[in-house]
């Protein structure tokens, strides 16, 4: 079964944690993504991998750094300096011959 | 600047009646277009897409959308609704241009009343 994995649905960290989320594909796709949603304000994108070993910053990087060590995986760290964490996160990969991205079932992450 | 947008943030009709959910985007270039859903707590599903050709699109679920390039408008639309339609349902935009990006609208929550 092809498709895209995140892991753990839901997640609770104390304040000033950094935490990981993950982020798998099973697709073959070359790019990845990594997107915020909060209530009433759609998908905010935060990072994006075209190929691996490179990554360029979305529209509200500021407290989170990734990694695209492998064509498969692109995890994502909330560090302590994102100063307001508490969201769910969503994880796409894209695939280039149809135009469009195909999205895991997302993380929630609460801060306590 | 592009821009997607979602003219409304709910909208609620009752079960069989038909339902239009409105996007507008803003573009100097061409654009690709996408209608997801998604149903709580999961991410999102692709309902249909408009890359080129004909203008009407029809995608899963029995819904379709109409792309209007004179009013930049992507509307989604369903002649009956059920119950299980109920979800929220994002607008979405990436360009010619730049096509490893995408651009959400703000989404709107359609819920069924029977």
């Known amino acids: 079964d092809g498709g895209i994995t995140q892991s753990p649905k839901y997640l609770f960290r104390k304040e000033g944690q950094n935490v990981t989320l993950s982020c798998e594909q099973n697709l073959n796709h070359d790019a990845m993504y990594w997107y915020r949603q909060d209530p009433g304000q759609g998908l905010r994108l935060i990072y994006y991998?075209?190929?691996?070993?490179?990554?360029q910053k979305g529209d509200i990087a500021e407290g989170y750094s990734v990694s695209r060590e492998k064509k498969e995986s692109f995890p994502l760290t909330v560090t302590s300096a994102q100063k307001n964490p508490t969201a769910f996160y969503l994880c796409a990969s894209r695939d280039l011959a149809h135009n469009e991205q195909f999205f895991g079932p997302g993380t929630r992450l609460t801060v306590l | 600047a592009q821009s997607v947008t979602q003219l409304d943030s709910q909208v609620p009709v009752f079960e069989e009646a038909p339902v239009e959910l409105r996007c507008n985007y803003s573009?100097?270039?061409?654009?690709?277009l996408f209608w997801y859903v998604q149903y709580p707590n999961q991410g999102l599903q692709l309902l249909l897409k408009?890359?080129?050709?004909?203008?009407l699109v029809k995608g899963i679920n029995g819904f379709e959308a109409e792309f209007n390039k004179s009013q930049t408008s992507f509307h989604l639309r369903k002649p009956s609704v059920h119950i299980s339609d109920t979800a929220e349902y994002f607008c979405a935009v990436s360009f010619y241009s730049s096509a490893s990006k995408i651009i959400f609208g703000s989404g709107t929550r359609l819920s069924i009343r029977p």
């Open positions: 991998s075209q190929i691996v070993n490179d990554f």
């Open positions: 573009s100097s270039v061409s654009v690709y």
């Open positions: 408009y890359l080129s050709g004909s203008t």
